[in-house]
């Protein structure tokens, strides 16, 4: 009878030593197969997860720089094996970019943050030098200013106090209970406070709190073929070789982009853009849901939005986005993913989701544009529109259209067509 409960006291307990030890991989594979990923997609991840020595390996599936070196990591090993263009390959990419978006801009629809002198005493904040990268600091008074102690590096202090005086820094902080905010402000004096260095922050009422937006879009400069379609059902296969018209390419996101061309747009055309990015071809079919009309310039922004591409080209649509936000925005990402992870800790941000983008109510005009024109329609469903009708005839200039000569004047005077 001993004997029996001894060897039960024994798998018990090297049953829960079992659990212990395998905690994190089993929390690991259960949690990607709830994200709808397969084992083998799985293994992979869990693979770049041991390869990057990350202390947190479920961090891929909630922090958005990780699943950037993930995606990153998987893109460079498919070029090198030679993989990339398989179908497998790019389906699983598709659906990295697809869960990396998602939770980079899902969010809960909470009231605001109005003003800096609501913060707290205690408020962990991330403050961003330029140049100089991220520091740790903490709010130690919130009177006429905000008072905080000099900012760390790595728990180092690498600039002291009086060097922050009259420089612009970027904060960013996750307010407990509600969301991640960013703002810019100066340090206006440096000092000692209750027997500690500080640093003294100008208020604010200019906060940016995270907020759904359709999809993430990056600026560039991009020139492009625009072509008129004027059948049904395009070929979504053909490749034009003759020109189309010049245009300007301004951001650019999975779904859509901000056309620049010369002479006055309409609304509801359809059209296609043929371009390219690291000298891969890219088409993309679509309609023009908005127009910002420049008379002085005689030019036209067009919000077009696509409503087809091949998933092999949204992928690197994608890659060059987020490589692009991945370069030039490495402290921004690295304070946002701390800021974030604060909201996992405290159980304000459930899994899969993130608070990175701005509010709607801080959207540029072209951005709320987008929002406004956004619907369901279709290019199967649109009525077809004759290629002549893109421009109004009495606003028509060819050369403007085909060269965009004014292209560094800024666009000021709009007016929505």
């Known amino acids: 009878m001993f004997l029996v409960l001894f060897i039960t006291v024994i798998c018990i307990f090297l049953f829960v030593r079992i659990l212990i030890v395998f905690q994190t991989p089993i929390q690991f594979f259960s949690t990607g197969q709830d994200k709808g990923f397969k084992f083998s997609e799985i293994v992979l991840l869990w693979k770049l997860a041991k390869e990057a020595e990350l202390e947190e390996p479920l961090s891929l599936y909630v922090s958005v720089p990780t699943l950037n070196m993930a995606i990153s990591k998987?893109?460079?090993?498919?070029?090198?094996?030679?993989?990339?263009?398989?179908?497998?390959?790019?389906?699983?990419?598709?659906?990295?970019?697809?869960?990396?978006t998602k939770i980079d801009l899902e969010h809960e629809n909470k009231k605001g943050l109005e003003s800096t002198k609501y913060l707290e005493k205690g408020?962990?904040?991330?403050?961003?030098?330029?140049?100089?990268?991220?520091?740790?600091?903490?709010?130690l008074s919130v009177g006429y200013e905000l008072i905080i102690r000099v900012p760390l590096q790595?728990?180092?202090?690498?600039?002291?106090?009086?060097?922050?005086?009259?420089h612009d820094v970027s904060v960013y902080l996750w307010r407990k209970g509600d969301a991640g905010y960013v703002f810019d402000t100066r340090v206006t004096n440096a000092g000692v406070f209750q027997g500690q260095s500080v640093i003294y922050l100008a208020h604010t009422n200019q906060l940016e709190r995270a907020q759904k937006r359709k999809s993430v879009r990056a600026e560039c400069q991009i020139y492009a073929q625009l072509y008129f379609l004027t059948e049904d059902l395009p070929d979504y296969d053909a490749v034009e070789i003759e020109d189309g018209y010049k245009c300007l390419l301004e951001d650019i996101s999975e779904d859509g982009a901000m056309i620049r061309i010369g002479g006055k747009g309409k609304q509801n055309i359809k059209i296609k853009l043929q371009f390219d990015i690291d000298d891969r071809l890219i088409i993309m079919f679509g309609i023009v849901r908005a127009v910002e009309f420049n008379q002085e310039l005689n030019q036209s922004?067009?919000?077009?939005?696509?409503?087809?591409?091949?998933?092999d080209m949204k992928n690197k649509i994608l890659e060059f986005i987020y490589r692009d936000l991945s370069e030039e925005k490495k402290d921004e990402l690295t304070a946002l993913a701390e800021v974030e992870q604060e909201?996992?800790?405290?159980?304000?941000?459930?899994?899969?989701?993130?608070?990175?983008?701005?509010?709607?109510?801080?959207?540029?005009?072209n951005e709320v544009l987008d929002i406004a024109a956004d619907s369901d329609d279709s290019l199967d469903?649109?009525?077809?529109?004759?290629?002549?009708?893109?421009?109004d005839e009495e606003n028509v200039d060819t050369k403007a259209a085909e060269e965009l000569a004014n292209l560094e004047i800024p666009f000021e005077s709009r007016s929505i067509e």
């Open 123 to 139: 408020q962990r904040l991330r403050i961003i030098l330029k140049g100089k990268g991220v520091f740790v600091s903490e709010i």
């Open 343 to 365: 909201g996992v800790e405290s159980g304000d941000i459930r899994e899969g989701e993130s608070e990175v983008n701005t509010a709607e109510e801080n959207l540029s005009p």
């Open 301 to 311: 922004r067009l919000h077009f939005e696509c409503l087809h591409i091949e998933k």
């Open 381 to 391: 469903s649109e009525e077809t529109i004759d290629s002549s009708t893109l421009f």
């Open 74 to 100: 998987i893109v460079m090993d498919a070029k090198a094996n030679g993989t990339e263009s398989l179908a497998s390959t790019q389906n699983f990419i598709s659906k990295l970019y697809e869960y990396r």
């Open 154 to 166: 790595k728990n180092v202090k690498v600039i002291e106090g009086s060097d922050w005086v009259t």
